[in-house]
Nanobody, 121 residues
Framework: QVQLVESGGGLVQPGGSLSLSCAAS????????MGWYRQAPGKQRELVAA???????NYADSVKGRFTISRDNGKNTVALQMSSLKPEDTAVYYC???????????????WGQGTQVTVSS
């Protein structure tokens, strides 16, 4: 089984910064893309940022210039550095990863349990 465990959420004031991290554990051959999604109350889950195994990144327009995604392939971790946070960034943030369980299997997407980020004064 593959598990993704997130950490780092919390309460921060507008304009502040917060870092999220996510670690993949279990038995698998390798991880392709990793990313962060978020879901605010009453809204659909949306992509925040994604990163390929080679380090190519993709960001939602709403977070470009404020958020930075990074990964450590040796440790199977992905991080999201968030700065200049706004109240509209408030949401549950989910980590995801496209995992290949064995050299012969296709990719399967796994999700973390989510971590709450609240931006409020």
């Amino acid at each position: 089984q593959v598990q993704l465990v997130e950490s780092g959420g919390g309460l921060v004031q507008p304009g502040g910064s917060l870092s999220l991290s996510c670690a993949a554990s279990g038995s698998f051959f390798g991880i392709s893309n990793m990313g962060w999604y978020r879901q605010a109350p009453g809204k659909q889950r949306e992509l925040v940022a994604a990163i390929t195994w080679g380090g190519t990144t993709n960001y939602a327009d709403s977070v470009k210039g404020r958020f930075t995604i990074s990964r450590d392939n040796g440790k199977n971790t992905v991080a999201l550095q968030m700065s200049s946070l706004k109240p509209e960034d408030t949401a549950v943030y989910y980590c995801n990863a496209d995992v290949r369980r064995t050299i012969l299997t296709t990719l399967t997407t796994y999700w973390g349990q989510g971590t709450q980020v609240t931006v409020s004064s």
